[in-house]
């Protein structure tokens, strides 16, 4: 959908950098300054941990229902990168105004995300700051995880195998895409993939989203793919996809009909940062 591959028109304000297509709406709902934003306190809470916290919330305006994602940053220790950015403007210097400045990236390289509203950041004691970035709801996408979690069905049988098949390629070329364009998503995986199946097409829409941590290099990206399609290797469900499938990411990303001998050794290499994953994520959830 062009809504989410669209370039975005920004505004600067005080502590603010906003989407123009949403400077009214802000302004409509008194929503238009840092303070008014970050002091929000209804809505759902859809993430909580110390370092961020996620919000959704519905505002009604023009007889329309909006929903919103607030994603907040609490304070943040900024280091000595304060001092440079007296010298040279450096918008991405704290966590919510870097993933907006990441979406806007993307989409002027034609790489599908999410609609930004605004992003703010505050400073505190010189070294310290707090920001948020503000989404709008990504309806009718939803996540892959989402979709292999409540419609496992959905690519089984026949007309499943194709459809998985086709799904695989989508997300293999999207992802070299990405690279071709100098970006790397670090949580490229089955959580972050958003799609959409328009007009009971078997060519699902694609999006990224949650662009908070994207590594921005056009030369040096060798290890790119290898990490990237891991990353989603283990987050595709075993019930559900087999090696062939696993495999054919490697062959759709590389656009080949067969491995070579290189291509079979990253393949290896692909596999083995697939467990050491998997090793890391169970350790992690044991503690």
Same mark, same amino acid.
């Given at each position: 959908m062009k809504a989410f591959s669209a370039a975005i028109n920004c505004i600067e304000k005080k502590n603010l950098i906003v989407n &123009?297509?949403? %400077?009214?709406? !802000?302004?409509?709902?008194?929503?238009?300054?840092?303070?008014?934003?970050?002091r929000y306190k209804n809505g759902e809470i859809v993430k909580h941990i110390k370092p961020r916290? /996620?919000?959704?919330?519905?505002? +009604?305006?023009?007889?329309?229902? =909006?929903?919103?994602?607030?994603?907040?940053?609490?304070r943040e220790f900024v280091g000595?990168?304060?001092?440079?950015?007296?010298?040279?403007?450096?918008? #991405?210097?704290s966590q919510g105004y870097l993933e907006f400045e990441n979406i806007? %990236?993307? &989409?002027? #390289?034609? !790489?599908?995300? /999410?609609?930004?509203i605004a992003a703010g950041k505050k400073f505190f004691r010189f070294f310290w700051a707090e920001s948020f970035l503000i989404t709008e709801d990504f309806y009718p996408y939803i996540s892959l995880e989402a979709l !292999?979690?409540?419609?496992?069905?959905?690519f089984t049988g026949q007309e499943g195998k194709h459809r998985k098949r086709v799904l695989i390629n989508e997300i293999s070329v999207l992802a070299r895409k990405m690279h071709e364009n100098g970006f790397n998503h670090q949580d490229f995986n089955a959580t972050h993939i958003l799609l959409h199946?328009?007009?009971?097409?078997? /060519?699902?829409? !694609? +999006?990224?989203?949650?662009?908070? &941590? /994207? %590594? =921005?290099?056009?030369?040096?990206?060798?290890?790119?793919?290898? =990490?990237?399609? +891991?990353?989603?290797?283990?987050?595709?469900?075993?019930?559900?996809?087999?090696?062939?499938?696993?495999?054919?990411?490697?062959?759709?990303?590389?656009?080949?009909d067969r491995l070579n001998f290189l291509d079979q050794l990253q393949w290896i290499w692909i596999k083995k940062k697939t467990a050491r994953i998997k090793r890391h994520t169970e350790k992690k959830y044991q503690r």
């Amino acid at each position: 959908m062009k809504a989410f591959s669209a370039a975005i028109n920004c505004i600067e304000k005080k502590n603010l950098i906003v989407n &123009r297509d949403y %400077e009214f709406f !802000l302004q409509d709902i008194h929503m238009d300054s840092f303070e008014s934003i970050w002091r929000y306190k209804n809505g759902e809470i859809v993430k909580h941990i110390k370092p961020r916290s /996620v919000i959704r919330f519905q505002i +009604a305006h023009q007889n329309n229902n =909006k929903t919103i994602y607030l994603k907040r940053h609490n304070r943040e220790f900024v280091g000595f990168w304060r001092l440079f950015s007296l010298f040279f403007h450096r918008k #991405s210097l704290s966590q919510g105004y870097l993933e907006f400045e990441n979406i806007c %990236e993307f &989409r002027n #390289s034609n !790489l599908p995300t /999410v609609i930004p509203i605004a992003a703010g950041k505050k400073f505190f004691r010189f070294f310290w700051a707090e920001s948020f970035l503000i989404t709008e709801d990504f309806y009718p996408y939803i996540s892959l995880e989402a979709l !292999l979690k409540d419609r496992p069905n959905f690519f089984t049988g026949q007309e499943g195998k194709h459809r998985k098949r086709v799904l695989i390629n989508e997300i293999s070329v999207l992802a070299r895409k990405m690279h071709e364009n100098g970006f790397n998503h670090q949580d490229f995986n089955a959580t972050h993939i958003l799609l959409h199946y328009d007009n009971e097409s078997d /060519v699902p829409k !694609l +999006a990224l989203f949650d662009l908070q &941590r /994207v %590594e =921005k290099n056009k030369i040096f990206k060798i290890r790119w793919k290898i =990490k990237s399609l +891991a990353r989603l290797n283990y987050t595709l469900p075993d019930k559900i996809f087999n090696k062939k499938d696993r495999i054919n990411i490697l062959l759709f990303y590389k656009g080949k009909d067969r491995l070579n001998f290189l291509d079979q050794l990253q393949w290896i290499w692909i596999k083995k940062k697939t467990a050491r994953i998997k090793r890391h994520t169970e350790k992690k959830y044991q503690r």
